[in-house]
């Protein structure tokens, strides 16, 4: 039986093995050379190959981050009208301090070109903060060409976001913050210093019937442009300290006849300085800007056939103090930061808005991680009109309680 | 003299400023500080000087290399300096 066996299984093994023969020499013959295709597969395989080759894969790179804030506010004010106080009281949510849901689009190409997009919705409907397209032309210089945040002080381009800021509300009196066309920028070493450049042309300011500035949207009405730049410099090896000096000028009449020559001079001092004492984190910022815009003839509300003048000239400031406990052993305390912020703006007196405003917050932070911080603002604003020829109240103060949330992703 | 020197301040400060800018981008030598200092060291430094110092695991290496050209075109920092942090938060990314 065994011996059967044995004789059956070699009769198969001679049979199969012409066939396996056969198959070994197919596979090697595979192996040795590429199986021919025919014109049309080629065509598609060479059309594929330039689109992959156009595609660049790992050169292109879009992040989408952003920053969103919400809170509620509550307000409190007293108005002054020929010596007759009136109190109101009023809350709100979504307002300009207590709402913002802006996105951020970044598409990278390569290492040398950038574009930013921000398209925001707040209380005035959907904007865009910023779109720009950056290219890295030298290792410090940047040249950026679109809409975008102008070089002037330091808080609009820099501090002005809910999840930075310190307190729930911007400081009164900055010059409008973004404008249509190119920008040159960069940071570049001085020894153990460091300094920076930021300067712009822009489509311009604009003169408005009562004497206050517009900065964008002008379109062919913008027949001068408005120069701007910003120089940083950080004196110190640890960048604790930025001392920064801008100005902005340019024609402001654009084919307004009443504004014949007018023009607006700008200028700004700021100061950003950040130190670590152990165990407090201690964050000082101020900026104080000027505007000039000198004497033109300005249309009377009252009778607006009429005209009449004054200097037109304002004056800003704030100055921000706030500090953080972050080398506390209490996880509690180190992501508490305290802030106060004292604001002036005084608007030209004998203007329709003429006014001397102060600001004053003071504000607790709790950082519920680097990028995310629950506020408390309490501020009181103090305007005293400075206006001529409208009546209106001679003071209005107010004190508002702001709760606030904001994160950046 | 006084006055025509007065008269030209403006145009001299310019003058000064523009040739300072031109030695400076062309030479783009880093600084002794910059050369000295770690990633990590210049991450500390230079963030905080605007927010929070941001955690190296809250994007990827590619998202942190995006973000170091955003953060240079916004706060001015050199290359020597982006590519510094951008390496550190790399090594340390997600």
Not at chain 1, 165 to 175: F, Q, R, S, W, Y
């Amino acid at each position: 039986m065994k011996n059967s066996l044995h004789n059956r299984a070699r009769q198969i093994a001679r049979a199969i093995a012409p066939f396996l023969a056969i198959l070994m020499a197919i596979g090697a013959q595979g192996q040795q050379a590429a199986p021919k295709t025919d014109s049309v597969t080629e065509a598609r395989l060479l059309a594929l190959e330039k689109h992959v080759a156009l595609h660049k894969p790992g050169q292109s790179h879009l992040l989408v981050v952003g920053l969103t804030t919400f809170g509620y506010t509550s307000f409190n004010t007293v108005t002054t009208t020929a010596g007759v106080n009136t109190t109101t009281k009023s809350s709100v949510m979504g307002n300009s301090d207590t709402y913002e849901f802006s996105p951020m689009f970044l598409i990278r190409q390569g290492k040398k070109v950038l574009l930013e997009f921000e398209p925001s919705f707040n209380h005035d409907g959907v904007g865009v903060n910023w779109a720009a397209i950056s290219y890295f032309a030298r290792p410090n210089l940047i040249i950026r060409g679109g809409y975008f945040v102008l070089p002037f002080g330091i808080y609009t381009k820099k501090l002005a976001a809910g999840w930075i800021n310190k307190v729930a509300t911007d400081p009164i009196g900055l010059p409008t913050g973004q404008d249509y066309g190119v920008e040159v920028s960069g940071g570049l070493p001085l020894g153990s210093m460091k300094w920076n450049y930021d300067l712009s042309v822009t489509n311009g300011l604009n003169l408005m019937p009562d004497g206050t500035l517009s900065s964008v949207n002008l379109g062919a009405n913008s027949r001068t442009k408005t120069f701007t730049g910003r120089l940083g410099l950080l004196p110190l090896h640890d960048n604790s300290l930025e001392l920064g000096v801008s100005a902005m000028t340019g024609g402001v009449a654009n084919g307004q006849a009443q504004f014949s020559n007018g023009r607006a001079d700008l200028y700004a001092l700021d100061l950003n300085y950040v130190k670590n004492v152990d165990p407090f984190q201690i964050n000082i910022k101020g900026q104080y800007n000027t505007v000039n815009v000198g004497s033109q003839n300005y249309v009377n509300p009252v009778d607006t056939t009429k005209r009449y003048t004054f200097n037109n000239q304002s004056k800003a400031g704030y100055g921000q103090f706030s500090i953080r406990p972050i080398e506390s052993q209490s996880a509690f305390v180190k992501n508490l930061e305290f802030a106060i912020r004292y604001g002036m703006y005084n608007t030209p007196a004998n203007s329709t808005w003429g006014a001397n405003t102060t600001q004053l917050d003071y504000g607790v932070n709790y950082w519920i991680n680097w990028r995310t911080v629950l506020r408390v603002t309490y501020e009181v604003v103090d305007s005293k009109s400075t206006a001529a020829i409208v009546s209106g109240p001679s003071e209005i103060k107010t004190g508002a309680l702001h709760i606030q949330f904001s994160i950046q992703l | 003299m006084k006055k025509i020197l007065a008269n030209k301040m403006g145009f001299i400060v310019t003058a000064g400023f523009a040739a300072v800018m031109a030695l400076s981008i062309a030479s783009c030598v880093a600084s002794q500080s910059v050369a000295a200092k770690s990633g990590a060291q210049l991450w500390a430094e230079n963030c905080q000087h605007c927010h929070n110092t941001p955690s190296p695991g809250s994007f990827s290496g590619d998202q942190w290399e995006t973000i170091g050209m955003h953060m240079q075109t916004r706060a001015l920092i050199t290359e020597d300096e982006r590519n510094k942090i951008v390496s550190f938060l790399q090594q340390t990314a997600r």
